[in-house]
């Protein structure tokens, strides 16, 4: 009987074998390195990597410490964001090292990870089967990412691993469905300096690790810099850092600093702050202590007393720069981080707590610095979205970003379907209102930075995301809110205008500021004139321009004039003609 059961065993097993192998002949692969275009994003030095998922680039090797040049040829931190409408995927790839540590798994060591945003913005998790052979393997079936958006290709992002560098990978879906790699963002990075803690240990997936928790958190590029005992804030390291215009730099290197004299750690923090500084001026710099240092019930004494004490001399440190009035330079300490005993693997490198810990503690404090503020309401909750099927979202957000480089706008209009599909630049793919567009609005200067179907907390990721940083307008119109009718109370509606609006006065000082009421819509009129009264009242608080030019879209029973729209909400040719000459005399004061 037991070898019977032998047999069907070993005939079930190479059944499933040939199976996969059969369905796998079907399946269709896609190379990130044979993209047309560099797709490996956290890479600050994409074209200069002697391998093609380094985090260095090559001319590095002579000026770096060994140590860190080894460990930045592990992919620790490196992403890939691809659109798929497959349900089905295989991700198979060869990794050059061993696949486990004794106080971290094979998954988070070699392993995958892979997440996609749904139309709203949201990130899910996509759990895939995984077989850690010669060739590693993770399969990722029945996926169904929105009932409500169903045959859409999603946004993945894929995580890869966090102590092992990678000899190939490929990306298969079934063929026939679609597949496009995403180019990388043109935003600026958040950039992390620092030891085994930000490489990614001891995640038990590469999606855990902190650095990868903040950066779906923030949804801006992040570049890792971690180095397994070798966040020494070394001059070669600090060189190099100093070549990336980024968002935001973090020096989180204490926990490596512990044979140091208290004179060398300070020497080395002033000296890595002073050639950011020199070449980066107004960008903030986060020094971070080491949480250990501040943790509970960890009984290692002579361990929690070496941090402990380099955490007290890089607070004297900051403390005198501070003083010496260095600007911008903001400190995270242990406190806030708040490890407790259920925080780490070993008394040093945290678990998954202890990495959620970490993200939060960060996500919190560089939405500060960099003046993003989150709120309680979704519409003060910025998101992305993908609910329009006529175009692609980010690669919008992407035009936008190349726009603003090249040409600065004189006056913008911020928001949704109703000035997208108006007319104007950046084209949008359709055009409802072209004539008027041309005649009134592209002589005055006008750049349309509408998204069709954006929410509120659209339109505030894109101002957070530097949609209107880096030039001066003159003036900047806000219309946005019709789409979060369905949703939303009219106090949330406010509350996310609210903070809009101040988000764009912080970065158009200079502008001023338009906001508009909402366009009346079919079956709505009534409650859009009641919203309307309290943006009126909030546009006077916040000190803006508040204009109401949807009361000429009305019949005089106050009603919208049906021979004005095409559907009930949006304007047509004649409503668009109406609505431009109603708004030209503003935008030419």
Request: positive net charge.
């Amino acid at each position: 009987m037991k070898r019977v059961f032998v047999v069907v065993l070993l005939i079930l097993c190479l059944f499933n074998k040939t199976s996969f192998s059969q369905n796998l002949a079907s399946y269709k692969w896609y190379n990130p390195i044979k993209a047309d275009f560099p797709v490996i994003e956290g890479q600050a030095w994409s074209k200069e990597t002697a391998g093609s998922y380094n985090r260095f680039p090559a001319r590095a090797e002579k000026s770096l410490n060994p140590n860190v040049w080894n460990i930045s040829h592990s992919s620790a931190g490196l992403y890939i964001k691809f659109k798929t409408d497959a349900q089905n995927l295989v991700i198979r790839y060869k990794v050059n090292g061993d696949f486990a540590m004794s106080h971290m798994p094979a998954t988070g060591v070699s392993g995958l990870d892979l997440y996609v945003l749904d139309p709203n913005g949201q990130w899910c998790l996509a759990p895939g089967s995984f077989s850690f052979k010669d060739t590693i393997t993770y399969r990722f079936s029945n996926i169904k990412v929105s009932a409500d958006f169903a045959g859409r290709s999603y946004e993945y992002r894929l995580f890869l691993p966090l102590y092992n560098s990678l000899s190939w990978l490929e990306i298969g879906v079934p063929s026939g469905s679609a597949f496009n790699f995403m180019p990388l963002s043109k935003e600026k990075p958040v950039l992390v300096y620092g030891t085994s803690i930000v490489q990614g240990a001891c995640a038990s997936r590469p999606g855990l690790a902190w650095t990868s928790i903040l950066q779906r958190a923030l949804d801006r590029p992040l570049i890792n810099l971690g180095f397994s005992g070798s966040g020494l804030l070394e001059k070669s390291v600090i060189d190099l850092m100093a070549e990336v215009d980024a968002k935001i730099y973090v020096l989180d290197c204490m926990p490596n600093m512990i044979s140091f004299s208290d004179q060398e750690i300070e020497a080395r923090l002033s000296a890595a702050i002073q050639t950011l500084k020199q070449k980066h001026p107004l960008v903030p710099i986060l020094l971070v202590e080491h949480s250990g240092g501040n943790a509970g019930g960890l009984l290692d004494t002579g361990r929690n007393a070496g941090y402990g004490h380099v955490n007290k001399v890089l607070d004297l440190a900051y403390s005198k720069l501070i003083a010496a009035g260095t600007k911008g330079i903001y400190l995270l300490t242990g406190k806030e981080i708040g490890f407790g005993i259920n925080s780490t693997v070993d008394g040093l490198h945290p678990n998954d707590i202890g990495m959620e810990q970490y993200a939060a503690a960060y996500e919190k404090t560089i939405h500060v610095i960099i003046n993003e503020p989150v709120g309680r309401y979704s519409t003060t909750r910025p998101a992305v979205q993908s609910r329009d099927g006529y175009y692609d979202w980010r690669s919008r957000h992407n035009e936008i970003l190349t726009l603003i480089k090249t040409s600065s706008p004189r006056i913008v209009f911020l928001g949704n379907s109703i000035l997208n599909y108006w007319g104007g630049e950046p084209k949008a793919p359709l055009a409802r209102g072209a004539d008027s567009w041309d005649k009134y609005m592209e002589p005055v200067g006008v750049k349309n930075f509408g998204f069709g179907w954006d929410q509120v907390e659209n339109v505030l990721w894109r101002v957070y995301h530097e949609e209107i940083d880096g030039f001066k307008a003159d003036k900047v119109m806000i219309m946005i809110g019709t789409n979060n009718l369905s949703a939303c109370s009219d106090q949330e509606i406010s509350e996310g205008l609210k903070m809009l609006v101040l988000a764009v006065k912080e970065r158009q000082p200079t502008a001023e500021v338009i906001l508009s009421g909402l366009l009346p819509r079919r079956a709505m009129e009534s409650r859009i004139k009641v919203l309307n009264k309290a943006i009126a009242k909030l546009a006077a608080q916040t000190q803006v321009r508040f204009i109401d030019p949807g009361k000429i879209l009305l019949n005089h029973k106050g009603k919208i004039d049906e021979s004005l729209f095409g559907d009930g909400l949006h304007p047509n040719g004649v409503g668009y003609q109406k609505l431009a000459v109603t708004l030209v005399p503003y935008l030419k004061k």
